[in-house]
């Protein structure tokens, strides 16, 4: 049987009762709610009224998966989508005191992390061995690339055009530079064999680099198990073909099948941008905010994941599944390029594999793990250069991550800067700010003092929260179950091109709308958003857009 499909973007009302009473929209009905919207048309009707700001959008692409094209909005709605802004880059550079070097070598180490970020990686008989035997990209910086390196999903056809979706290159990518060599000293203008690999329906030039998940295991039938959960990752290629591959002989997983019996999920990458103010923010402080914020007026309840080793809040991933930036990079290089790595050992077979009996002796190709600590390094007159060089891989994108400065908002565009005060007013006001926290500040730091006791202006509470069947995936990570997400930080979003967990649009007013369905502690948000005038609207979207 296949799944049922739920309906995107559509605001239910509906009455509950029980302990998830305080979570549901139906609030809107009842004494409170109306209190509520008197409350919020008295507060908005001090905000200056500014005409409707119609910026039509540049980007010709629309959103794969659902949701509505960028720069047309549902219909009824006036405000419109600003676009990603086009004045100048505004992210990718190290903190301040990192490029001060304040803490002697800390500048080395960030260079030496981001130029191992944008290496590009080969199964074996080279410098940086070890991709597959399944994987999703063989370089951090092709898929973290929008608008600069430790970014989002890029697009050709949007500032700054950095390019097309990169995992539509496979077969043919030229443009890479060779970094790690292998066979003849090259690295193969083809990713993956197009004789043993084909490019999934769902990956497309102008769309999201994405990762696969399916939320059931399969029946022989190939329908979903709805009694055997998975959602694990199912890495969209193989190294099968390639020249340094062997004798690996692997199949690709059958997304067709999954999409027929709607058993897919997609995962987009994340920003890396101010990474290390989030790792540094303590749970004292988190949970105070959390304190502070409950018996809202929306309905909002949000709870933290937590470690199954420490018990301490975890916060990074779109379930907030990842305790540390070196977790998240360990993770990352096994799950989304195959590499062994000292926190993850061993090659990761497909979740059906690990079932079956494993990855074939065939695919097992490099002693492990494949990234390690180098004990002997090339001498360099530069001290700190040379211990740069000591580390492995993935504490080193950790101090790449963890060292980058958060992106810089615009104070005038898009629409100026009495829209974008009048816009960040509305966002306060209508409930946004509940869940995206404006500012935490961090903990005292070792590292640098970018890091130590600093604001951290993320606009997000790190907090797992209910988001209702629309955009529910079925994926349980650590405590967060399937309906659940970390609130996204929004720092950055004015230059971020997909929206939402999977990416399905590229439409702000469509990603904020699409955050009411039934079940989701959004639901009185977003009723409130519709409660807006047109210039109200606008001013909240060229807000969002100037972060």
């Not at 010709?60 to 949701?67: E, N």
């Not at 290629?237 to 067709?256: H, K, M, V, W």
């Not at 974008?420 to 005292?444: D, E, K, Y």
């Amino acid at each position: 049987m296949k799944l049922p499909l739920v309906k995107q973007g559509i605001f239910h009302r509906e009455r509950k009762t029980g302990k998830m009473a305080s979570r549901s929209a139906a609030g809107v009905t009842n004494l409170r709610g109306i209190f509520r919207l008197l409350a919020l048309t008295t507060t908005l009707s001090l905000l200056p009224v500014l005409p409707v700001l119609v910026v039509h959008a540049q980007d010709p692409h629309g959103g794969v998966g659902g949701g509505f094209p960028h720069g047309n909005n549902p219909p009824g709605l006036q405000a419109q989508d600003p676009g990603v802004r086009s004045d100048a880059v505004h992210a990718g550079q190290p903190l301040p005191s990192v490029a001060a070097n304040d803490n002697p070598g800390v500048l080395e180490f960030f260079q030496n992390g981001l130029a191992r970020f944008q290496e590009i990686e080969v199964v074996q008989g080279g410098v940086n061995v070890g991709l597959g035997p399944r994987f999703n990209f063989n370089q951090c910086s092709g898929c973290h690339a929008q608008p600069a390196t430790g970014g989002s999903s890029p697009a050709a056809a949007v500032y700054p055009h950095i390019g097309p979706n990169p995992q539509t290159l496979v077969f043919n990518n030229p443009g890479q530079v060779t970094q790690g060599v292998s066979v003849n000293n090259q690295v193969p203008a083809q990713i993956v064999s197009p004789q043993t690999n084909t490019l999934p329906s769902f990956l497309l030039p102008n769309g999201p680099v994405r990762e696969v998940r399916f939320p059931f295991f399969f029946n022989s039938n190939g329908s979903a198990n709805l009694n055997a959960p998975d959602g694990g990752v199912h890495d969209l290629f193989t190294i099968s073909g390639r020249p340094d591959a062997g004798s690996c002989s692997l199949s690709q997983p059958n997304f067709a099948q999954a999409i027929a019996a709607n058993n897919i999920i997609f995962r987009i990458p994340t920003p890396v941008y101010g990474a290390g103010l989030i790792e540094n923010i303590s749970d004292t402080t988190l949970l105070a905010n959390q304190s502070a914020g409950q018996n809202n007026a929306f309905g909002i309840a949000g709870t933290f994941n937590h470690g199954g080793n420490d018990g301490t809040i975890t916060r990074f991933g779109w379930k907030a599944q990842n305790k540390s930036l070196l977790m998240f990079a360990g993770e990352a290089y096994n799950v989304e390029m195959g590499i062994t790595n000292d926190l993850m050992p061993n090659e990761r077979p497909s979740p059906d594999e690990e079932l079956g009996g494993g990855l074939p002796v065939s695919c097992l190709l490099n002693p492990t793990p494949e990234d390690s600590i180098n004990f002997m390094v090339p001498a360099n007159s530069d001290p700190a250069a040379q211990n740069a060089q000591v580390l492995n891989d993935i504490e080193q994108f950790a101090m790449f991550m963890r060292f980058l400065a958060p992106p810089t908002p615009s104070t005038t565009l898009p629409g100026g800067a009495n829209s974008i005060a009048q816009g960040s007013a509305i966002f306060n006001a209508i409930g946004c700010a509940t869940c995206h926290t404006p500012t935490l500040t961090t903990s005292s730091s070792a590292y640098t003092a970018g890091l130590s006791n600093q604001p951290a202006n993320l606009f997000s509470d790190l907090e797992l929260h209910h988001m209702g069947q629309g955009l529910a995936d079925s994926v349980s990570q650590g405590g967060a179950g399937g309906d659940q997400f970390r609130s996204a930080p929004l720092w950055g979003l004015g230059q971020r091109i997909f929206f939402l967990h999977d990416g399905r649009t590229t439409n702000l007013v469509s990603a904020i709308t699409q955050h009411a369905s039934r079940g989701s502690e959004a639901n009185a948000v977003v009723q409130n958003y519709y409660q807006l005038s047109p210039s109200q609207q606008q001013a909240l979207l060229n807000f969002l857009r100037s972060l």
